[in-house]
C-alpha cells in the first residue's frame, strides 16, 4: 500500500514528486525517498524513514536535487523495518538504475539468493532491491543491434519482470537513459498523467489531479515507456496495448483539505452532499423504481439471480452486511457475506445465477480483487460498487455502480461506507421492484432516500454536542457498540472506526448477544454505545439497555428524535430524525464517526494516518 509518483517534462522534478508524494501519503508513511535524473548523467538519490514533512522534504531543503525527470516514493512497510536503508527508491548494484515499488515480491528471497550467489551485495532487507538488481543485471547483458537506450531499458525492465512473482506497480529510471521513464503494474495499480509536454506516473489519481485530469490507466501486465512529449504502451502477455485517455470526475480542491483539520472532518461532513452524488439521476420517482445503469445486465438476468454473495473487507464488509438486510427485505433474496480473505480460498458453491457483489472504496484491495477474479475464473457473474473510477475492480466486473463520493483520502472510511449503504439500498430496491415489491412501497423508499442528506445535516449539527461526550469518555480503555438487525452493522462500524483511529479497544455486537459472554465485561469504566432508533426492534433493544444498566455501564444512546423514555434511561443520548427501518444505518453512523473522530483528536492520535495503517490494502 505504497504511493508512487513519477514526473517528467520540462520543469523541476523534485517539488512536483514531494507534492505528489504528500496527496498520497495516507496510502503509506513509514518513509519517502526521491531518485532524480540530473543533466549530469548520474541519479541523485534522497531517502529517509518517517514522514515526509519530517524527512524527505528537509533532506531535499539541506541538499537539493535539480532535474527534470524523477521517481517518488511513500512507503508502507512490508519487507524490513522502516529505515533509511529499507526506504525507496533502490538501486542496483551500479546505482545507475532506480526503482520504486508498489506490491510484494513472493520470490524475492530464492532470487536473491541467486543474485547473492553471483556476487551481488544488499544494503536493506527489501524485495525491491532485488528488483533493481534484476534490472541492473539485464542492462549489463548485450545491447540488441540498433535497439536504443530506451529499447535496452525497456527490455532489461520486461526480463526482469518476468521473473517475478508477486504484485508490482513500479517505476523505474536509469542514468543512462535520460529522459526516459519506465512505468509497469501487475496487482498494484498505475496510472499515467498526460499533461502538455510533461507526463506523470502515480499510484492513484489524488497525485495528478492538481496538474491534469486526461489520464491513462495501466492493465495489468502493462509496460509503459514514458516521455516528456508522450508514452507508449506494451503488454508483457499480449505485446500490445492500447493507450486509452480518461477524464478524471474530480478536480484538485476535492482531492485537498479545504479549511478542514483533517480530510476525515472534511469527508464526514461531505456525507449530505456525497449521499445526493449517490442518488443522483437513479430515482425513478414515476415507476418508483431506482435506475442504474453500468449493471450491463438485463431485467431478466437480474430478475433470475435467486442468491446474491457479497464479499468486501472491512468497513466495506459492514456495508455489505447492511445490504444482506436489505436484499432479504426488499428483494426476499438469499444474500451471504463473506471477508473477501476468506471467500478467495473458500471453495463457495456458487450456482450460475448467484451474483457475487464486490463492494470496495479503492478499487484495489487485493483480497476483493482475488475473490472477483475467482467467481470470474468459474464464470460468475461479479457486480462492483466502487468509489475510484477506472480502479482495477471497477476495470475487471462485469458491471457495477460507482459511488461518486469523491477521493477519500482518510485512512478511516467515513463517506464510502453512506455511499455504499446509499447504493445497495438502490440496488436492493431495483431487485425488489423487479420481483414482488409494491410501487406504494418503492415510492415510500425513494422519498425517504430523498430526505436522508438533509437529515444527516441535522444530524451534523450535534457535532458539538457528541464532542462533548468524547471529552467525558475519552479514558475509557474499552467500548462497546450494540444493535440489532440493520443496526449491527453501524455497532460493527462503529467498533472499527474507533479502533482504528484512537487505538483503544472497542466491539460491536448484536444487542441481545451481549448477555452471551460479552456482558462480563461491564463496568462503571466501560461505556456501550446503544444503537436504538425507532424501528420495530427499538423496545428489544430497549431491554438490552437496561441489562447494561443494571451493571452501571454508561450509555450512550442513539436514538429517533422524541423517543424520550428510552433517553431518560441512558447516561447520554444522541438524536437522529425518523425515517424507515432499512435507511436508519445512513443516519445512526454519522455520531459514531463524530464520536470516534472527536475521541482520537483528543488522545492525540493521527486522524488521516493511524499508525500501522494504510489506505488502500493492496497486499494479501
Ligand atoms: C476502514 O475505515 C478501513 N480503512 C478499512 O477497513 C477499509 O474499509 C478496507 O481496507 C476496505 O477498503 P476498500 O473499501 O477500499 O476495499
Not at 473487507?313 to 473477501?340: D, R
Not at 415489491?437 to 422519498?447: D, E, H, K, P
Request: charged share 20%.
Amino acid at each position: 500500500m505504497c504511493g508512487i509518483v513519477g514526473y517528467i517534462g520540462p520543469r523541476t522534478a523534485a517539488p512536483i514528486l514531494i507534492e505528489g508524494l504528500r496527496r498520497l501519503e495516507y496510502r503509506g508513511y513509514d518513509s519517502a525517498g526521491l531518485a532524480i535524473q540530473p543533466d549530469s548523467g548520474h541519479l541523485l538519490i534522497r531517502k529517509r524513514q518517517g514522514r515526509i514533512d519530517h524527512g524527505l522534504a528537509h533532506l531535499i531543503a539541506e541538499s537539493p536535487a535539480p532535474g527534470s525527470t524523477g521517481i517518488g516514493h511513500t512507503r508502507w512497510a512490508t519487507h524490513g523495518p522502516p529505515t533509511d536503508a529499507n526506504s525507496h527508491p533502490h538501486t542496483d548494484a551500479s546505482g545507475r538504475i532506480a526503482v520504486v515499488h508498489n506490491g510484494v515480491i513472493e520470490n524475492f528471497d530464492r532470487l536473491k539468493a541467486r543474485l547473492r550467489a553471483e556476487g551481488h551485495e544488499f544494503v536493506s532487507d527489501t524485495d525491491t532491491e532485488v528488483l533493481a538488481h534484476l534490472i541492473g543485471e539485464e542492462m549489463g547483458r548485450p545491447i540488441d543491434p540498433g535497439a536504443t537506450p530506451a529499447d535496452t531499458l525497456l527490455r532489461a525492465v520486461t526480463r526482469a519482470l518476468r521473473e517475478v512473482i508477486g504484485t508490482y506497480g513500479i517505476a523505474v529510471v536509469s542514468a543512462d537513459v535520460p529522459g526516459v521513464i519506465i512505468a509497469a503494474r501487475r496487482g498494484s495499480p498505475l496510472i499515467i498523467g498526460v499533461g502538455a509536454g510533461e507526463h506523470f506516473v502515480a499510484s492513484d489519481a489524488a497525485a495528478l489531479v492538481a496538474h491534469t485530469r486526461q489520464v491513462v490507466y495501466l492493465n495489468d501486465y502493462d509496460v509503459a515507456v514514458i516521455r516528456a512529449d508522450g508514452l507508449s504502451v506494451t503488454n508483457l502477455g499480449t505485446d500490445t496495448a492500447q493507450v486509452q485517455i480518461s477524464r478524471l470526475e474530480f478536480d484538485a480542491a476535492a482531492a485537498e483539505r479545504g479549511t478542514y483539520a483533517h480530510f476525515m472532518l472534511k469527508e464526514i461532513f461531505e456525507q449530505p452532499d456525497t449521499v445526493r452524488n449517490a442518488l443522483r439521476g437513479r430515482m425513478d420517482f414515476n415507476e418508483a423504481t431506482p435506475r442504474l445503469g453500468g449493471l450491463n445486465m438485463t431485467l431478466s438476468e437480474l430478475r433470475s439471480v435467486d442468491r446474491i454473495v457479497i464479499a468486501a473487507c472491512g468497513t466495506s464488509w459492514h456495508a455489505g452486511l447492511v445490504g444482506e438486510y436489505l436484499f432479504e427485505e426488499f428483494a426476499h433474496l438469499p444474500t451471504e457475506v463473506e471477508y473477501a480473505s476468506e471467500f478467495r480460498y473458500r471453495n463457495a458453491p456458487l450456482d450460475k445465477h448467484t451474483l457475487l457483489l464486490v463492494i470496495t472504496q479503492s478499487g484495489e484491495t487485493a483480497d476483493t480483487l482475488a475473490g472477483l477474479r475467482e467467481a470470474r475464473r468459474r464464470g460468475h457473474r461479479v457486480l462492483a460498487l466502487c468509489n475510484v473510477v477506472g480502479s482495477t475492480i471497477a476495470r475487471e466486473a462485469d458491471g457495477g455502480i460507482y459511488l461518486h463520493a469523491g477521493p477519500e483520502i482518510g485512512v478511516a472510511s467515513t463517506k464510502a461506507f453512506t455511499s455504499q449503504v446509499t447504493v445497495l439500498t438502490l440496488l436492493a430496491l431495483l431487485m425488489g421492484r423487479i420481483r414482488q415489491l409494491s410501487s406504494a412501497r418503492g415510492l415510500q423508499v425513494l422519498r425517504a432516500l430523498e430526505a436522508v442528506p438533509g437529515q444527516l445535516e441535522e444530524i451534523l449539527a450535534q457535532e458539538g454536542h457528541i464532542a462533548a461526550l468524547a471529552r467525558k469518555y475519552q479514558h475509557a480503555r474499552d467500548f462497546f457498540f450494540v444493535g440489532r438487525q440493520y443496526q449491527y452493522p453501524v455497532a460493527l462500524e462503529g467498533a472499527l472506526k474507533l479502533k482504528e483511529i484512537s487505538y483503544l479497544h472497542a466491539e460491536g455486537y448484536p444487542a441481545a448477544e451481549l448477555k452471551h459472554g460479552p456482558i462480563a465485561m461491564i463496568d462503571a469504566q466501560t461505556p456501550t454505545v446503544v444503537l436504538a432508533p425507532a424501528d420495530g426492534l427499538m423496545e428489544k433493544t430497549a431491554s438490552n439497555l437496561q441489562e447494561i444498566k443494571a451493571r452501571s455501564g454508561p450509555i450512550i444512546l442513539v436514538t429517533t428524535r422524541g423517543q424520550d423514555a428510552l433517553a431518560a434511561q441512558a447516561d447520554e443520548v444522541i438524536w437522529v430524525p425518523p425515517t424507515l427501518d432499512p435507511l436508519y444505518p445512513l443516519l445512526t453512523v454519522l455520531p459514531l464517526q463524530l464520536l470516534a473522530y472527536h475521541i482520537a483528536l483528543l488522545r492525540g492520535c493521527d486522524v488521516d494516518k493511524p499508525r500501522n495503517l494504510a489506505k488502500s490494502v493492496t497486499v494479501e
